[in-house]
């Protein structure tokens, strides 16, 4: 069950929490991923942007070892204790809230963490309504907490605020920000919002047909969205994305 | 670029403003109501609404009967066949018929989701699985009931065997064809769920597969219990003195409609009875979709 096509290395200590060389990877022949070569240093918040199918999917869930029977090269290390926060938020509709949180864990304290994580998304009195009675919004805290109880040293993160509406996406970003400084997981955000990534990054790597055209460390004091230095940042990963003279 | 966009909008919006400015609002085809949209589809039915049809058919049977229009050589009436139900209970004799029948049913209902939900599970959950029993079932479910009856009887006789093994033979096809279904149909992106949060394979199976196949088995069985009443009637018309189906038989061999409308009746009600029962069931059992519609 857990034999995958491209195995996937343990990091040693002091070493980069993630590390990629010579990644590829190939649909039907056709190239559209690298080859890329990484370092992710551990606590770091990389955000990956890019066009639809520049391959920045791709890359998380080659990170994610989601991707058997896709062909491919290259070697992983990544952290075995790793989470996924995909798109749409997973939740099984046969499990309480409470019960969803806690899937798969396998901890004395489960449910006892499981509490607190919803409490920490603001979810409290929550635990025992069944998602579907949640709104959008609201499934995606599920989801969140579902990635964070588990406290781990990789959070990868597929468009997790895509499918919102733009307030709760704002909201969204502010509760990701302070739940990622308590654990500090190296976290890789995969992105299409300019914004998002530079609101929360310490680096921002855009990505374009496989490749890494631009690796931008952003140091901005936070909060970032009235920095000065915002603008600029912005317009110059939009022309890393081939959008020049935005309104 | 930007310009021939600009003079795009602006015709595409000159159109509705002229027709605002130049024609007068009674032009407008006139609302219905004050403010108020036609209802394209129709709303929903107050309680107890769907029995419309099947009262007024009574009703028109009965007048029928009633006017002689009707002969009771054809069809009894429909107060004459309540009037014998009552008489057959008071003797007894109905019940005993129903319960013949009912065990029968019942019996082979029983026997055939627990086969159909095994080969289900063992179809939906391996590939070798799926090889050896899917190709079979569906050229069984090919092949009418009945149409095994000769082959049923030459191998178990015509005795009560027979009759629950054909009967559980025709349950389990809905029940395997839709639980199957279902398992297949697992979505994606919970085995991808499972998958990251590390989930073994029997944990994927309890938490993962089984309950997502739930609603399939529901269907199935809403099928299989109407499934199981069928099949009987044909078979208590061989070698039996019980049940409702003999009861018909023998009915029609007299002549007498009324009794072969009061086991119309039981069918009706308990094909009627069963298909709430397993809905109440499915309802309790899947309530988490009741969420859908607050």
Redesign the interface.
Known sequence: ?NASAHPLHLPKADAPAVSLRDVTRRFSGRSVLGPVSLDFAAGEFVALIGKSGSGKSTLLRAI?G?DDGVEGDGTLTVPADR??L?Q?S?L????SVLQNVV???HAADSNARGRQALADVGLSGRED?????LSGGEQQRVALA?SLV?QPRLLLADEPFGALDALTRIRMHDLLFRLIRQHRPTVLLVTHDVDEAIKLADRVLVIDEGRITLDQPVSLAHPRARHPGFAALRGELLAALGVTDPI | MSDQSHALIATAYSVPFAAIAGVPAQAHPAPPAQGKLPKLAPGRLPTGAILLGPVALVVLWELASLTGWLSPKFLAAPSTAVFTGFELLQSGTLADHFLASAGRAYLGLGIGVAIGLLLALASGLSRIGEASIDGLVQIKRAIPTLALIPLAILWLGIGEGMKVALIASSVFVPIYINTHAALRGIDIRHVELARSVGLTRSAFLREVALPGALPGFFTGLRLAVTTCWTALVVLEQINTSQGIGYLMNRARDYGQTDIIVVGLAIYAVLGLGSDFAVRFWERKTLSYRKALAS
Not at chain 1, 92 to 95: A, I, N, R, S, V
Request: proline fraction near 9%; hydrophobic fraction near 55%; charge should be positive.
């Open positions: 069950m994610a989601l989470s996924v995909f749409d997973r099984l509709p046969w499990k899937f798969g864990l309504a069944w998602p579907n009675a579902r588990r």
